[in-house]
């Protein structure tokens, strides 16, 4: 299946996304913290809401959180309601920036996915029909995830290494896809960014870390 890919930006991107309720609705079982990578970070864990009755396999939708790298939690979720609708939803929290540089939070990512394929035949997943969406540091890393089934070094965590990390379907909800020309223009982009916005280039540094 080819991918598809959904762009949403906003003027007010943050101040427009309500925060999701953690209620969770009538209908739906939730399983918390499930451990996708064996021994890992405290933070390599998912929450997976299902429908209480289906009638056959669940596509999944996978929602990664924002917060720019350095903060988030998988406990707001605003998917949850698509697992009234026939669909799996699994909600992760990925390593931040303060545990680990990049590119930790994309392998995380594509650990998740691969241990939602490797389950699927216990939680009746769909493992042909995975999406992604995430929201500002989240939709960056629901691109990567688009953009990168065959980059195999990002493979490199957690286990289920005969599934694939690819996605079908990817929604990204402003989220940043150049960091490096970001505040500065072409050429020496390092030092512009030193210079003209000092704040971006110190959160580019420990993300990345150097």
Known sequence: MGLVVLLATCGSAMSQVKPASSRVPEGVNVLRDLAYVQNGHERNCLDLYLPKKTDGLL????????????????????????????????????????????????EDCKAAIRWLRGKAAQYNLDANHIGVWGASAGGHLVALLG???????????????????????????????????MGGSHGDVRAELNEQDPALHALLQEMWGR
């Open 59 to 106: 596509p999944v939708i996978v929602w990664i959180h924002g917060g720019a790298w350095q903060a988030g939690s998988k406990d707001r979720c605003p998917a949850v309601a698509f697992a009234t609708r026939g669909f799996a939803v699994a909600s992760i929290n990925y390593r931040l920036s303060q545990h680990a540089v990049f590119p930790a939070q994309i």
């Open 147 to 181: 953009t990168s089934g065959s980059v195999k070094e990002w493979d490199a965590r957690g286990e289920h290494r005969e599934q694939s990390s690819r996605v079908q379907c990817v929604v990204d909800w402003f989220g940043p896809s150049n960091l490096a020309s």
